[in-house]
């Protein structure tokens, strides 16, 4: 198994770009979900799904949107980057009944 | 009020010491906690579930106040390789992670 995989690892972006980051899993799990990284911020959720066709809003949703169209599959957009969203992205994946969540290896996003 | 605390440290130790590390959340509803270890620049990685009865793997034991709200991470006879960023998380049922508390074992 390949666990959680996100593409791409890193990405340069000028403002107003939009872009998606791309994140799979094949643990066939149930809840996945965003989260970003900041220094001194921790990791704050963006959005999350707890299964396919369904996604609700985290902490900070605001210039993010997702989609879940498959189980596997769990796509993060920017819609009009700005340098505020300059960050690390972690998507990760669990099973619902006990949210031990599994982590991707992450994407270092930086926008100019 | 941040839902989930942490002292930061850093908490240097030399080997085979035993180091705790304690973490509050805001959220008496909370339902789910966790230790996750994350590693300089690596995504983050489980380390044990906060049962209410407390509950040991190995080295580490976990503990649950539901009562002070907090949960506590021990470990003992630390190794090297323990050192980390160690992150408490709770599930509220959104998930809320601490900044983390950075742990360097010194030779």
């Known amino acids: 198994n390949a666990g959680v995989t996100q593409t791409p690892k890193f990405q340069v972006l000028k403002t107003g770009q939009s872009m998606t980051l791309q994140c799979a899993q094949d643990m066939n799990h149930e809840y996945m979900s965003w989260y970003r990284q900041d220094p001194g911020m921790g990791l704050r959720l963006i959005h999350y799904?707890?299964?396919?066709?369904?996604?609700d809003q985290g902490e900070v949703p605001n210039g993010y949107n997702v989609s879940r169209s498959t189980t596997e599959d769990f796509p993060l957009r920017l819609l009009s980057a700005a340098p505020s969203q300059t960050s690390v992205y972690f998507c990760?994946?669990?099973?619902?009944?006990?949210?031990?969540?599994?982590f991707g290896p992450g994407t270092r996003l930086t926008v100019t | 009020r941040k839902e989930v605390e942490q002292d930061p440290g850093p908490f240097n130790v030399p080997e085979g010491a035993t180091v705790a590390f304690n973490c509050t959340y805001s959220?008496?509803?909370?339902?789910?906690f966790f230790w996750y270890r994350q590693d300089c620049r690596k995504e983050p990685k489980l380390l044990m579930s906060v049962y209410s009865s407390g509950n040991e793997d190995g080295r580490f034991t976990a503990q649950l106040n539901r009562a002070s709200q907090y949960i506590s991470l021990l470990i003992r006879d630390s190794k090297l390789s323990d050192s980390a960023t160690y992150l408490c998380v709770v599930n509220t049922p959104q998930f809320y992670f601490g900044t983390g508390t950075s742990l360097t074992v010194i030779p």
């Open positions: 990760a994946s669990s099973r619902a009944t006990n949210y031990e969540q599994y």
């Open positions: 799904s707890v299964g396919a066709g369904i996604t």
């Open positions: 959220n008496s509803a909370s339902q789910s």
